[in-house]
C-alpha cells in the first residue's frame, strides 16, 4: 500500500471515530430534548449511527491531496458541509431519529451538524498543519545538511 494510501485511510478512520463519538454525543442530548422521559432506545439505533458515521466520513475524499486555490477550498468545504447535511438528515428522516414537519426538531439536528463539522474539522486541519510543520521542518534540516556537505 502506497504512503498516501495509508494516510488517507488512517485519516477516514480518524473521522469515523470522531463522528462517531460527536453522534453519540449530539444523539444523547438531541434524545434527552425531545424524547425525554421513559422512552427506551432500540439498539438498532447504534448500527445507524456507525452506518451514518461511515457514510459521512466518506466525504473525506471530496478534497484533494494537493494545492489548491483558497477558493476551491473553501468550496470544497461547502460542498463537504451541504453533503454531511444531506446524509445526517436524510438519514434522520430515513431512520425516524426526527419528525421532519417539527421546526425545533429540523434546527436541533442541523446546529448538532454543524457543532461536529467544525469540531471535526478543526481537529483534522490542526494535524495536517503539524505534519505541514514537521515536513518543513525535515526539509530545512535537509537542505543545511546538504550546505555542509557542499562546502566540505
Same mark, same amino acid.
Given at each position: 500500500m502506497t504512503e498516501c494510501i495509508k494516510k488517507? @485511510? =488512517? !485519516?477516514?478512520l480518524l473521522t469515523f471515530?470522531? @463522528? &462517531? &463519538?460527536?453522534? =453519540?454525543?449530539v444523539c444523547a442530548v438531541y434524545n434527552k430534548i425531545f424524547w425525554s422521559g421513559d &422512552?427506551?432506545?432500540d439498539a438498532d439505533i447504534l448500527w445507524q449511527l456507525l452506518a451514518m458515521a461511515f457514510v459521512c466520513s466518506l466525504g473525506n475524499f471530496i478534497h484533494p491531496y494537493r494545492e489548491i486555490s483558497r477558493r476551491r !477550498?473553501?468550496?470544497d468545504r461547502g460542498l463537504h458541509y451541504v453533503y454531511i447535511n444531506v446524509v445526517v438528515l436524510g438519514c434522520g428522516y430515513g431512520f425516524g431519529w426526527m419528525d421532519i414537519e417539527n421546526i425545533f426538531m429540523l434546527a436541533a439536528m442541523t446546529l448538532g451538524i454543524l457543532v461536529v463539522f467544525v469540531s471535526v474539522s478543526f481537529v483534522i486541519r490542526r494535524l495536517h498543519e503539524r505534519e505541514t510543520e514537521n515536513l518543513n521542518r525535515m526539509l530545512k534540516e535537509y537542505q543545511q545538511a546538504a550546505q555542509r556537505t557542499a562546502k566540505q
Open positions: 488517507r @485511510v =488512517v !485519516e477516514l471515530c470522531m @463522528v &462517531t &463519538t460527536g453522534s =453519540v454525543f &422512552t427506551f432506545l !477550498e473553501l468550496f
